[in-house]
């Protein structure tokens, strides 16, 4: 399903849940039993079939007949069982236990009573600025949830007991019992085949189950995508009942303004000391516990942070309601709440915090520390290669068009985009450059709520798809902050589009398949000289070669090129050998675009009869014979 025919069924469908509510509930509730009714007939049909190969073994007389099929249909039955049982990996963080946190689980004791909620069978403790649960099965796609709660230490040391509370409220929420639990399986089962749809994805598995997946999994999302946005808000009210709704309004206006503050005066710093150390601070999380208590940024920055996010528009995708949306419903307004006199993590842990703060910091240099050397390896080589092209253009010396362009990218990366600014616009008339130089300044304009940039994005766009999907990104954040919501949405829609279109270049592009139509590759013939010429050099290992183009029905304007290389060893040469000629031509050949180069062997020689077919497509004769 694409993106606009998901958004189409929303349209038609969210009218239909409010216009009858009951009846939607068991429409949806058909959907879910509908995935699991699949899985029911593929455990039935495996168990029946070896039942069946049983009894004609036990009964039947051609033993040798009946034990090949008996075979084949063991495999089946193997393979369908194979598909059923997927391993999801638990969440990771640091185990909490009651004796080093016993008022938070006394809380989540409390919470579960209240809302009838299955109990939490783990409590992670983790360095995001969030918290969720999660539901694992036992069994794979046949249920039996193992329950984890993850809470992130800087985000209960930037709340209030009160506020943390309801936010672990919200997500026990999700689990709760009574009133509203049927539409809290209808989200639990959503997350189930989203685990499992990633897991699948992946493992690479391309079993029965994948595939029905791939056709079930986006319709039901669209069925239950009301339901599962109503969970939401009835989480929030779950969440307001136990705790209460200033609590809980409170924390989420804390969200939008604590983690662009972490961001800044913590995170920023410690990712600029990456270029100057070559491994990560030890005590990352213990530095930040001060400033998320009390760190804030000034009053027109937080201001302003919270009337973008009370105007955001919904995301279609996403079940999560805007704020705006979930303050309204919990009936309270939005405010920046003053820093906590005493945070979630302070009470929760006592005296315990400095030592889990030490756990976690060990562990967060640990999981990052063979990105970080590699990283400021490249940006200290970056930084000095900056250096040098500075020095040059100070003794007057002249940068080619590649080193200029060099230049102006590592300015903007290690000095300042204002700095880098003049330098890619220097580059605009560049025939290779050009169009890159361009889409950067109009994305630094557009991030500056310049118009000029729009223009420059345009250009850009209308000769590169590959440089739509981000522009279209940009120009609609631009119109969004503008307060323009119509102009936004047009963007959003024409981005869906494109999305879908590219999906399908994507799948037309990744292979070549026998079912493919291909072209002359309809280039003059001495554009063709200095390939030639390059493939001359191979001639004891090559003996005919062909160039073709594959017929595309997306972005046709970029064509698709497929060399087909004839060895002078013949087709029966092993496919690493032939691999191995391939990956050679690949690095040593001048393709006029994006390109395939196939050697032929017996596995593909269905490539033999569309060049032969197409005789001017032959751009290296070899030896006649």
């Known amino acids: 399903m694409t993106r606009e025919a998901f958004v189409a069924r929303l349209e038609h469908l969210h009218p239909l849940a409010v216009a009858d509510p009951g009846g939607y509930r068991w429409r949806v509730r058909g959907w879910a039993l509908l995935g699991y009714g699949f899985i029911l007939l593929l455990l039935l049909g495996t168990v029946g079939t070896m039942l069946g190969v049983l009894a004609l073994l036990a009964f039947g007389t051609a033993v040798a007949l009946l034990l090949k099929v008996g075979l084949l249909l063991g495999f089946f039955a193997w393979k369908v069982l194979r598909s059923l049982w997927v391993k999801f990996d638990p969440p990771q963080g640091r185990a909490l236990t009651p004796d080093e946190a016993a008022p938070l689980f006394d809380e989540l004791r409390q919470q579960a009573r209240a809302m009838a909620a299955p109990p939490v069978h783990r409590v992670l403790l983790t360095t995001d600025f969030n918290a969720a649960i999660v539901q694992l099965p036992r069994l794979g796609v046949l249920g039996w949830p193992r329950n984890y709660l993850m809470v992130g230490l800087p985000l209960l040391q930037a709340l209030s007991p009160e506020q943390a509370a309801a936010v672990v409220a919200h997500e026990l929420g999700h689990l709760r019992g009574g009133h509203g639990k049927f539409s809290a399986w209808v989200y639990r089962v959503g997350q189930s085949w989203e685990q499992l749809m990633g897991q699948m994805e992946r493992n690479r598995t391309g079993t029965w189950l994948s595939k029905f997946a791939d056709w079930y999994v986006p319709r039901f999302n669209a069925w239950s995508h009301p339901l599962r946005r109503a969970d939401e808000f009835e989480a929030d009210a779950a969440a307001g009942r136990v705790t209460s709704p200033q609590a809980l309004a409170q924390a989420l206006c804390a969200l939008v303004v604590r983690d662009s503050a972490l961001d800044k005066l913590h995170w920023d710093v410690v990712t600029a000391s990456i270029a100057a150390q070559p491994y990560p601070p030890t005590d990352a999380i213990s530095r930040l516990l001060p400033l998320a208590k009390s760190a804030r940024l000034d009053d027109t920055t937080e201001g302003d942070l919270l009337k973008t996010a009370l105007a955001a528009d919904p995301d279609v995708f996403d079940t999560h309601p805007v704020l705006l949306e979930r303050l309204t419903a919990l009936r309270q307004q939005p405010a920046v709440p003053a820093p906590p006199t005493v945070t979630?993590?302070?009470?929760?842990?006592?005296?315990?915090?400095?030592?889990?703060?030490?756990?976690?910091?060990?562990?967060?240099?640990?999981?990052?520390?063979?990105?970080?050397?590699?990283?400021?390896?490249?940006?200290?080589?970056?930084?000095?290669?900056?250096?040098?092209?500075?020095?040059?253009?100070?003794?007057?010396?002249?940068?080619?068009?590649?080193?200029?362009?060099?230049?102006?990218?590592?300015?903007?990366?290690?000095?300042?985009?204002?700095?880098?600014?003049?330098?890619?616009?220097?580059?605009?008339?560049?025939?290779?450059?050009?169009?890159?130089?361009?889409?950067?300044?109009?994305?630094?304009?557009?991030?500056?709520?310049?118009?000029?940039?729009?223009?420059?994005?345009?250009?850009?766009?209308?000769?590169?798809?590959?440089?739509?999907?981000?522009?279209?990104?940009?120009?609609?954040?631009?119109?969004q902050r503008r307060g323009d919501k119509a102009e936004a949405r047009r963007l959003q829609t024409e981005t869906l589009r494109h999305a879908d279109r590219s999906d399908v270049a994507q799948a037309e592009r990744d292979n070549i398949r026998p079912t493919d139509h291909f072209l002359p590759h309809g280039l003059p013939a001495d554009s063709l000289t200095t390939l030639s010429a390059q493939l001359a050099e191979y001639s004891t290992e090559i003996k005919r070669v062909w160039l073709l183009r594959k017929e595309l029905t997306q972005f046709v304007e970029h064509p698709l090129y497929v060399l087909v290389v004839e060895q002078s060893a013949g087709r029966s040469v092993p496919d690493a050998t032939s691999a191995a000629l391939a990956q050679k031509l690949a690095g040593a050949l001048t393709m006029p675009g994006e390109s395939f180069i196939i050697p032929l062997t017996k596995s593909n020689d269905w490539l033999d009869a569309p060049a032969r077919r197409l005789p001017e497509t032959l751009v290296y004769p070899g030896i006649p014979g």
């Open 344 to 479: 979630a993590a302070e009470v929760w842990f006592g005296a315990g915090l400095p030592a889990l703060a030490a756990e976690l910091d060990t562990a967060w240099a640990l999981e990052r520390e063979s990105f970080w050397k590699e990283r400021h390896q490249f940006l200290s080589t970056q930084q000095q290669r900056l250096r040098t092209l500075n020095e040059r253009r100070a003794a007057g010396g002249i940068l080619s068009p590649d080193e200029a362009w060099e230049h102006a990218d590592l300015t903007e990366d290690h000095a300042s985009p204002a700095e880098a600014l003049p330098l890619f616009q220097a580059l605009f008339e560049d025939k290779e450059h050009g169009l890159g130089a361009k889409f950067t300044v109009g994305r630094m304009l557009t991030l500056q709520d310049d118009p000029a940039g729009l223009a420059l994005l345009d250009e850009v766009m209308a000769q590169v798809p590959s440089a739509r999907a981000s522009g279209l990104l940009l120009q609609q954040a631009y119109h």
